[in-house]
């Protein structure tokens, strides 16, 4: 049983800068030096199009903010391109001499409300400097998956990129005509980290009626175990994301133990109505966890440690 303790608010965007206006969603971090890392964001403007940015802070008082960006890392594509509505990233791996950032990168529609494929992006500079790799997602859609792709994590291992991310299943008309988004956790894999192959196998599965979405899943592969953490929506009574959990013997087939989490909402608060999008660190023999509150990231984001497991 995992028990975490919140240990409260790291970051909230206040109309920082016209790209930085609101939101700091699906936080993650790079270490940088002994204490120093580099917790990376995503950001919206004015117009609500999500920017990748940063600040820095020292693990030793984690709430006091060293440096903020001052630029984003990387911005929404020219109109028509798959990520002409926002960039969101969601990791930054080392290979290498590189950097690869994975992304989604969104786009409004028309007959549904929004479509998101995953990107890359690729630094040689100690990811100051990121270029996008193609104009078009490295994971599209295809006859298997039509609909929505995104949320990628990705880990390197055995010589094999191995990628989990969510795609969706359906679109449904719900109440008044609108769309509910239905989207579930599969996993892909490929040998240089841009061609995927062997995707779309089936991770995480609704569990029951109410159900209906998935995000951000982030893996982690020790003692002989994959552990996954993500988020989901909904329950019979709960229509808002709580963290989830589960675990694999080799990556593909997971057995689910959301109720071992040991995390929920607050009673009040910037994290009262919503715990979502969390991302697992370590540092000094302790286990971090970043996570988003209320409305997706508009409350910013906030630190846990683990107490026990």
């Known amino acids: 049983m995992q028990v975490w303790k919140k240990l409260g608010k790291i970051f909230e965007v206040n109309k920082n800068y016209d790209w930085m206006y609101s939101h700091a969603s699906c936080p993650f971090v790079f270490q940088i030096d002994n204490n120093k890392f580099r917790i990376f964001f995503s950001t919206r403007d004015r117009r609500g199009f999500s920017h990748g940015a940063w600040i820095d802070v020292d693990m030793r008082q984690p ?36 950097y690869f950032m994975y992304y989604s990168g969104w ?48 880990i390197f291992e055995d010589y094999i990129y191995k990628m989990w991310y969510i795609s969706g299943d359906k679109w449904e008309i719900c109440f008044e005509n609108n769309l509910k988004h239905y989207y579930s956790i599969k996993y892909a894999e490929s040998k240089d980290g841009i061609y995927w192959y062997k995707r779309g196998i089936k991770c995480i599965k609704y569990e029951n009626e109410f159900e209906y979405a ?20 909904a329950q019979k009574d709960i229509d808002t994301y709580r963290i989830g959990y589960a675990e694999s013997n ?10 071992e989490v040991g995390m929920d909402v607050s009673e009040t608060g910037w994290d009262s109505e919503m715990i979502c999008y969390p991302f697992i660190f370590d540092h000094k023999g302790k286990r971090y966890m970043l996570y988003n509150g209320n409305g997706y990231g508009k409350t910013g984001f906030g630190l846990a440690v683990l107490e026990e497991e």
């Not at 391109?81 to 290979?95: N, R």
């Not at 549904?112 to 994971?139: M, Q």
């Not at 998935?214 to 929506?233: D, G, L, N, Q, T």
């Open 63 to 98: 709430f006091k903010i060293l440096a903020i960006s001052e630029r984003p890392i990387i911005v929404p594509d020219e109109p028509g391109y798959f990520g002409d509505a926002g960039i969101v990233p969601f990791q930054i791996l080392k290979t290498k001499n590189k």
């Open 107 to 154: 786009t409004l529609k028309k007959t549904v409300p929004f479509d998101f494929y995953i990107g890359l992006a690729i630094s040689t500079d100690n990811f100051d400097n990121f270029k996008k790799y193609s104009n078009v997602p490295i994971l599209d859609r295809t006859h298997e998956e039509p609909f929505l792709i995104g949320a990628p994590w990705v």
């Open 214 to 233: 998935f995000a951000r899943p982030m893996v982690i592969h020790e003692k002989c175990v994959y552990k996954m953490w993500y988020s989901f929506r």
């Open 250 to 259: 080799d990556g593909i087939n997971w057995t689910r133990k959301d109720d």
